[in-house]
């Protein structure tokens, strides 16, 4: 289907404001940089932040409807925007009603809108091993669950008994874990759905116990991550070495393009020294990817690249 974005973007999101039973808010030409962890990119056609599963689900018909682009974001993490902002609508769950984490039994239910440093602080609280990995890395549930994030030798579909989601169509549904075949660093069956909620599981051990390994893990990552704004790891490791020792062993660590640079610290980490463009950090992927290929390796990005390079040229309405 052809995408139609309208020109009169105030009134397209007047219309999918009349839909929402409750207050959701929709927002036209939202900036996105401030909303990701690298701090680059431009704005989003409309930002709308539905309240509840119902709203999320007009939102999606809507665009459905209209041959409309979205995208969902979650904290930000692991996402570039280009600069020329994203042709679409951004679907943000921050409402309080996807940021719940429940116990019951031995398991989590958490909503994709939890942080994930919330969800191992329950599971330490509630005496439940297993999450801790989950700790230090700066995402929401649903993009974990996109991501497949992990660390520390776990990953987030370890741990995750079942998922529920929403179709573009706007259908509710739920499936086990094991049914969403995710593998390293991606859950391709979540790329065009929107996870809500998921059911977590953990094995109950003394809280303590828990601490302290949370808290080994924070002191790995402390020395071993740059604190300056990044996207966490901006490549995949390929089969045959990690990206961060491969970039490391090229040389690359400190390469510099605009206010984008390789870090010193972690070699598969690009930081945004402050000012980068999403230019800058894209032409110092693609050196660093010319650069292992001479290599004879092929690397991937990790990091999800959305958006236009350049703004759009709109008409103007009398
Ligand atoms: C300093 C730093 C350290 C990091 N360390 C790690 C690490 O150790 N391990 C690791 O795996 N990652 C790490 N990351 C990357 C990132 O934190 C993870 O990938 C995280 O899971 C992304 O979550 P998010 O909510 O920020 O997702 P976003 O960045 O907002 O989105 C990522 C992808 O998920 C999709 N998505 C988001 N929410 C949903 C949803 N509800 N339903 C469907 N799709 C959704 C988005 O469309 C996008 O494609 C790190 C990042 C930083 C900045």
Not at 11 to 25: K, P, Q, V
Not at 46 to 66: G, K, M
Not at 237 to 260: D, F, H, W
Not at 282 to 309: C, K, M, N, Y
Request: aromatic fraction near 4%; charged fraction near 20%.
């Amino acid at each position: 289907m052809i995408a139609c974005v309208p020109e009169n973007l105030a009134t397209f999101a007047g219309e999918l404001r009349a839909r929402f039973a409750g207050r959701s808010s929709v927002t036209v030409d939202a900036p996105l940089a401030s909303r990701t962890t690298l701090g680059v990119g431009g704005p989003a056609d409309l930002l709308v932040e539905p309240v509840s599963e119902a709203d999320l689900a007009v939102a999606l018909r809507f665009c459905h409807q209209h041959g409309l682009p979205w995208r969902v974001l979650g904290r930000g993490s692991n996402v570039l925007v280009r600069d020329g902002g994203f042709r679409g609508m951004i679907l943000l769950l921050d409402a309080a009603h996807f940021g719940r984490v429940e116990r019951t039994g031995s398991q989590l239910r958490c909503g994709a809108a939890a942080r994930l440093k919330a969800v191992a602080g329950s599971a330490r609280k509630e005496g439940l091993a297993g999450l801790e990995f989950l700790e230090g890395i700066p995402g929401s549930v649903g993009g974990a669950l996109r991501m497949n994030a992990g660390a520390h030798g776990s990953w987030m579909f370890e741990v995750t008994e079942s998922v529920r989601f929403v179709e573009p169509s706007g259908a509710v549904l739920e499936a086990a874990a094991g049914d969403l075949q995710a593998r390293y660093r991606s859950c391709d069956f979540l790329a065009g759905r929107v996870a809500v909620a998921a059911v977590l599981a953990g094995r109950p051990a003394a809280p303590e116990a828990i601490r302290e390994r949370m808290e080994a893990n924070a002191r790995q990552r402390r020395a071993s991550q740059p604190r300056t704004p990044s996207a966490g790891c901006i490549f995949k490791n390929p089969p045959s070495v990690p990206a961060g020792r491969l970039i490391e062993e090229l040389g690359l660590k400190g390469t510099q393009i605009g206010c984008a640079r390789v870090s010193e610290i972690h070699g598969n980490f690009i930081v945004n020294t402050g000012g980068a463009t999403a230019a800058d950090v894209l032409r110092l992927v693609e050196h660093v990817r010319t650069r292992a290929g001479g290599a004879g390796i092929t690397l991937e990005t990790e990091v999800e690249i959305i958006g236009e390079d350049s703004p759009p040229t709109r008409m103007r309405h009398a």
